[in-house]
């Protein structure tokens, strides 16, 4: 079955240089270093591991098994200590770590002392608790410093955390709770979430009532919400803290033992723990940090503004810029709550350089209106990132001149819960991009795009995103099911190829446009189309603020196009008549294959706490049966209404 060419969005827009100025401040401006990585990858990892704090260094750099890789093995290490006490003992103990910005607007400094200090302590509470190397410590906490503090804690004494979104609910913490065997969960008594607080601890209640592993909980006051303490086994944070030293002996860990599980959702419906080790993710995730974000600690405030309870918070709002000795934003709540306006006052205050976050945030600050990021002094700014999904071209030009006043290069991330790190992506000052496009695999990494067979694709063919070689930040295996592991990233085109699940284009220049999940793909008339480029074409239309695409069976063409689209305020008087002029803008643009039978104009797309849009809930109301599965969905009366507007779209098709 043959890939549509949409049209093609890559060839309709000038590709852009880095900005000039950019280049001339940049600490990784020499494109050799792709060709100097190559020349010997393994050993090119190596040296970016030096720069960790060692306390044994690896006998051997890589033991390949397939599909079982050891980085660094000999190696040891506390990966507390290469992101904490290595900066104290180098007299950086009072450069901040964390601005923290709460979402009722209160705000608490951190500096890498304090930090390392709180750590120590909550260590050894932990280790007073009896949670030895190896125990499995489960967190369920808001974007609070003590989410931060938790977690290096766990690392400090060498046993796994597993932490919990917190926008899931009791089954789901419960069912992560009993298959990682969780020692301890910490959580708090409540979380800010848009003005609302959200019953943490009850929530959690309820899961540790299923998890018979779970001995004790650790709540942090934070809402100051009623809440009732189970005597033997729950304790408030703060007094235990308090009472603790903040001297604590950092584990000896091998570089290949677990540093987290991190839960991620496949293509059934039990999660998957993510395991990943100690020296090979550190690695990846300290260097592409300093790769991608072209960072420098004494000039830069980094903000990726993620929820830390997803892998990018992990990688690149904990990990990696602590292990640089960056300094930080993190902050509670949503970006645009109570207005956008949030978002830009932080990055004004806090002087940020370097904004990370994803595709449906920006959305949302660009539906907000184009005068927030205008009033505000964000002259500061010198970076752009994306991550999570494709960013569409007209997202991404209001990402570029509006956000970044033209002189910000974006750097559009690809990678995965499984890869760690970043795999894919722009260097800022040495890469020309292409607005919508991730570009190419950074250094010292190998990428394929093969066709069903395994067969490299020919350049401007599309076919299956694969990993063709061992990097340090892969992930080790799935927690406590190794043939699941084999069976879901390494069976499909042999032992030695990481399948990533995504499809992707390989244009004319060899580079990659992410094309969506193997899943997302839809069949019209024999043809496929890409969920994420039929977005961008709606998305392209000025009166949309955000879009998402679903197929519904068609006895015709196989799937129909069913599209959930969100208009930008002052739009949405006539919904009809702007679904006619969408419906001929995409055809226009790209032919009527893409033509969107339905188009549902929503108040709001569904989608989980952490922005990502729900597109089994859109493939349900496409296909006009009643959704099931809600949980997880941030704004539960929304189903109402779409189910509303779904009938009537379809009822006036
Ligand atoms: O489909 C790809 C998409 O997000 C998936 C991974 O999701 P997750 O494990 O939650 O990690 C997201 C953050 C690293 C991928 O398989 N994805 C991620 N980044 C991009 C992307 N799709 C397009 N462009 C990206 N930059």
């Not at 010997?40 to 591991?49: F, I, L």
């Amino acid at each position: 079955m043959a890939d549509v060419p949409l049209g093609s969005l890559d060839a309709a827009r000038p590709a852009v240089p880095p900005p000039e100025t950019f280049v001339a401040g940049a600490r990784h401006a020499d494109p050799g270093i792709y060709d100097d990585a190559e020349a010997d990858w393994v050993g090119w990892w190596e040296r970016q591991a030096h720069d960790l704090a060692w306390q044994r260094v690896w006998q051997e750099p890589l033991q390949w098994d397939p599909p079982f890789a050891r980085w660094f093995v000999g190696g040891r290490l506390n990966a507390s200590v290469s992101c904490l006490d290595r900066h104290v003992e180098a007299g950086h103990g009072a450069q901040v770590a964390y601005h923290w910005v709460g979402e009722p607007g209160d705000r608490r400094d951190l500096t890498y002392a304090e930090l390392a200090e709180e750590v120590g302590r909550l260590a050894n509470v932990l280790r007073g608790l009896g949670v030895a190397r190896g125990d499995r410590v489960a967190i369920y906490l808001p974007m609070l410093p003590q989410l931060v503090v938790a977690m290096l804690a766990c690392a400090r004494i060498g046993a796994p955390h597993s932490v919990v979104y917190v926008g899931f609910g009791a089954q789901a913490l419960a069912d992560r709770l009993v298959d990682a065997g969780a020692k301890v969960l910490i959580t708090a008594d409540g979380a800010h979430r848009r003005g609302e607080v959200l019953p943490l601890k009850r929530t959690a209640d309820v899961a540790m009532g299923a998890a018979e592993s779970v001995r004790s909980c650790l709540v942090v006051r934070r809402t100051n919400s009623d809440v009732r303490l189970m005597p033997g086994r729950d304790a408030w944070y703060d007094e235990v803290i308090g009472q603790a030293s903040p001297i604590c002996e950092p584990e000896p860990m091998d570089a290949e033992d677990p540093l987290f599980l991190l839960y991620t959702s496949g293509t059934t419906g039990t999660p998957k723990g993510i395991v990943h080790r100690t020296g090979g993710y550190l690695t990846h995730v300290a260097a592409t940090h300093r790769m991608v974000f072209d960072h420098d600690p004494d000039r830069d405030v980094f903000w990726c503004a993620v929820n830390l309870g997803w892998i990018t918070g992990h990688s690149y709002g904990v990990y990696g810029p602590l292990a640089n000795r960056a300094t930080s934003v993190l902050a509670e709540g949503a970006l645009d709550h109570p207005s956008a306006e949030r978002t830009w006052r932080i990055a004004e205050v806090d002087k940020v350089t370097t904004l990370y976050t994803t595709p449906a945030v920006i959305r949302a600050l660009r539906a907000a209106g184009e005068d927030g990021p205008e009033a505000h002094d964000l002259s500061r700014l010198r970076l752009l990132g994306s991550v999570g999904e494709p960013i569409e071209p007209e997202v991404w030009r209001w990402y570029h001149e509006v956000v970044g006043g033209g002189r910000c290069p974006i750097v559009d991330t690809w990678w995965q819960t499984e890869t760690g790190g970043i795999m894919l992506s722009p260097l800022p000052a040495i890469t020309t991009v292409k607005p919508g496009s991730a570009m190419r695999p950074l250094p010292g990494l190998e990428v394929s795009v093969v066709d069903d067979d395994g067969a490299r694709v020919e350049r401007g063919q599309a076919g299956h995103l694969t990993v063709t070689r061992p990097w340090p930040g892969m992930l080790q295996t799935i927690w406590g099911d190794d043939e699941r592991y084999r069976r879901t990233y390494w069976s499909r085109f042999g032992a030695e190829v990481y399948a990533t699940g995504d499809r992707a284009r390989v244009d004319a220049d060899g580079d990659l446009w992410l094309l969506g999940r193997d899943d997302e793909v839809l069949k019209v008339s024999g043809y496929r189309l890409s969920s994420a480029e039929l977005e961008a074409a709606i998305v392209d239309h000025r009166a949309v603020a955000e879009a998402a695409v679903a197929g519904r069976a068609d006895p015709l063409a196989g799937q129909a196009i069913v599209a959930f689209v969100r208009l930008r305020p002052g739009y949405d008087r006539d919904a009809s008549t702007v679904a006619a002029q969408l419906r001929q803008h995409v055809i226009a643009r790209f032919g009527a294959i893409a033509r969107p039978e339905t188009i549902v104009i929503v108040d709001d797309l569904p989608k989980t706490r952490s922005g990502t849009i729900m597109r089994r809930l859109l493939e349900e109301l496409a296909e006009g049966r009643t959704p099931r599965e809600i949980s997880a969905l941030d704004d539960p009366d929304l189903v109402a209404h779409l189910i509303e507007a779904t009938a009537e779209a379809a009822g006036g098709r």
